[in-house]
């Protein structure tokens, strides 16, 4: 599957975006998919993943509450959502696709599209 993330910019702190990932290349509906980023001098580290059927999204602890994955079947799109972003939250974010949701969230990814920045100011 070829992934294409967007929607990447510089915001406030408190601010909101909203991260986009097409997907092309496999049929979307059966698989799980997820975002990750990874900011300067720091490993990647997972954000969020969403199960084929949209029913399971788990949550890295620092962004519950405040991100929501979602997806859209008929525009082959997972979403992040991204409300009361932080200066912390400043990475390149990746969106990512792998064969089940646990795997997904562990890392054990099939699939990278490129990254895109986010750059939260104080």
């Known amino acids: 599957v070829q992934l294409q993330a967007s929607g990447g910019g510089l915001v406030q702190a408190g601010g909101s975006l909203r991260l986009s990932c097409s997907a092309s290349?496999?049929?979307?509906?059966?698989?799980?998919m997820g975002w990750f980023r990874q900011a300067p001098g720091k490993e990647r580290e997972f954000v969020a993943a969403i199960s084929s059927n949209g029913g399971t999204t788990p949550y890295a602890d620092s962004v519950k509450g405040r991100f929501t994955i979602s997806r859209d079947y008929a525009k082959n799109t997972v979403y992040l959502q991204m409300n009361s972003l932080k200066p912390e939250d400043t990475a390149v974010y990746y969106c990512?696709?792998?064969?089940?949701?646990?795997?997904?969230?562990?890392?054990?990814?099939?699939?990278w599209g490129q990254g895109t920045l986010v750059t939260v100011s104080s």
């Open positions: 290349g496999r049929t979307f509906n059966n698989i799980p």
């Open positions: 990512a696709a792998g064969a089940t949701t646990s795997a997904v969230a562990t890392g054990r990814v099939g699939s």
